[in-house]
């Protein structure tokens, strides 16, 4: 879902029986939808929110049909990421349930991230033997070298206080006030935030750190 009010817009995952999961559909639609915002200069910021209880369950195990070759999807959740932090406008993360395995990711790509305090997060890939691979290069970044070998290895899921406290997000608060947090975020004055270029350097030393040179 996507839609525009007082120079912000908000794009909602919106397949809640799927728990939001980062299928073809819904990848290909989150990243046209972030296009879109990118392109309309009445948009100052973009808010990344969920229809449901999950905000993003990561893969999608349940899309591939065995014995049925895949298709090459429109866009990838690698496009999505790369869309997030190139961006020149702030993109903030409303994330209104779990996030888990490469939701984690979702999260922390965006600038600023808000959770409901009730939800859970973590790692849950690697309790079926997936390594976090692609969302380390944003993961790891906001990590303390202790806290993400405990994240990493665990799979364990973690409060929005504990995820707070290690970096992963920005806040960590009641469902009744994440909204009010989130707007006060979208409506700073973002009219004078720095040129792309400066952005884009600037997201460039924060990714490109010494655990993740290699991918930058």
């Not at 912000?8 to 296009?35: F, G, Q």
């Amino acid at each position: 879902l996507y839609t525009v009010a007082a120079g912000v817009a908000t794009i909602t995952l919106n397949m809640p029986e799927r728990k939001n999961a980062l299928n073809d559909t819904l990848v290909t639609s989150l990243s046209l939808n972030l296009d879109r915002a990118l392109a309309d200069d009445g948009v100052r910021a973009i808010v990344l929110t969920n229809a449901g209880n999950t905000f993003c369950a990561g893969a999608d195990l349940k899309a591939a049909v065995p014995g049925v070759t895949p298709s090459t999807p429109q866009r990838t959740f690698l496009d999505v990421m790369n869309q997030i932090l190139d961006s020149p406008k702030p993109v903030i993360g409303r994330i209104d349930g779990h996030a888990t395995a490469g939701g984690v990711g979702l999260v922390a790509a965006c600038d600023l991230s808000v959770m409901r305090d009730d939800a859970k997060i973590g790692f849950t890939e690697v309790r079926i033997g997936v390594a976090p691979a692609v969302i380390s290069v944003v993961c790891l970044p906001k990590l303390r070298r202790a806290d993400a070998s405990e994240l990493f290895l665990a799979g364990d899921r973690i409060s929005p206080a504990r995820a707070a406290e290690v970096g992963l997000i920005n806040r960590a608060v009641p469902a009744a006030e994440i909204d009010a947090i989130v707007l006060t975020h979208a409506h700073i004055d973002h009219s004078g935030y720095v040129p792309l270029l400066s952005r884009q350097g600037f997201k460039g030393k924060v990714y490109c750190t010494e655990a993740t040179y290699e991918l930058c």
